[in-house]
């Protein structure tokens, strides 16, 4: 019986990243937010935070993670990831310069291999983004906020699924959702709600 021999130069598709498990949390003025992350976390997840914090105070990267952006005009709306050890507990807290409000969304993404991102200010139309990695199974966040009582982000863009919508106490919102596309470049139509001092992002993740 014959056996072929190994097939050199076939390029293997990467399947699209997954959205393995997601969490909200809000907090009330303080100084240390404490932002709830999703569950059964393993060593080698991405965790990606998104979050708003009310009246642009100056916000710290926790130890161990990477600040992904912050679009600090009017307020801080901030993006921060890691790659998980495992160990990392049920919550992560961060401090700001101020006491004030915040609303946050978690995620924890599987078949990973990088994660890059373009911000918007004043705007609740996430920007477009080109991924620098090329066309791949690109799993795609678009992601916004606002920064006033009772302002909802409203309709998901088109295309995008699994609304993630939370507001902090009182004041200030934050929501996301997501899409997996075949492309190189992806440019979401807007949230249906501006409100006040809107933020937005697009956010792509990388097939590993």
């Known amino acids: 019986m014959n056996f072929p021999g190994p097939i050199f130069g076939v390029a293997t598709t990467k399947a699209f990243p997954v959205v393995a498990a997601t969490n909200t949390s809000n907090q009330s003025a303080t100084t240390t937010h404490t932002v709830d992350l999703p569950a059964s976390i393993s060593a080698g997840d991405l965790l990606v935070l998104i979050l708003i914090f009310r009246n642009n105070p100056s916000v710290t990267t926790p130890s161990g993670w990477t600040l992904l952006y912050n679009t600090n005009s009017n307020h801080a709306f901030v993006c921060f990831y890691k790659s998980a050890s495992g160990s990392e507990g049920a919550s992560v807290d961060i401090t700001t310069g101020a006491s004030e409000e915040s609303a946050h969304n978690a995620y924890r993404i599987t078949g990973w291999a990088s994660i890059e991102s373009t911000e918007a200010s004043a705007s609740i139309d996430p920007p477009s983004h080109?991924?620098?990695?090329?066309?791949?199974?690109?799993?795609w966040l678009a992601a916004a906020g606002n920064n006033d009582s009772g302002d909802s982000i409203g309709t998901i863009p088109s295309g995008f699924t699994n609304k993630l919508e939370i507001a902090a106490t009182s004041n200030t919102t934050v929501g996301s959702g997501r899409k997996e596309d075949k492309v190189s470049s992806l440019n979401p139509a807007a949230w249906g709600t501006a409100g006040v001092n809107p933020h937005s992002s697009t956010i792509a993740i990388e097939p590993g």
Not at 130 to 139: D, I, M
């Open 130 to 139: 080109t991924a620098s990695y090329g066309t791949k199974n690109t799993l």
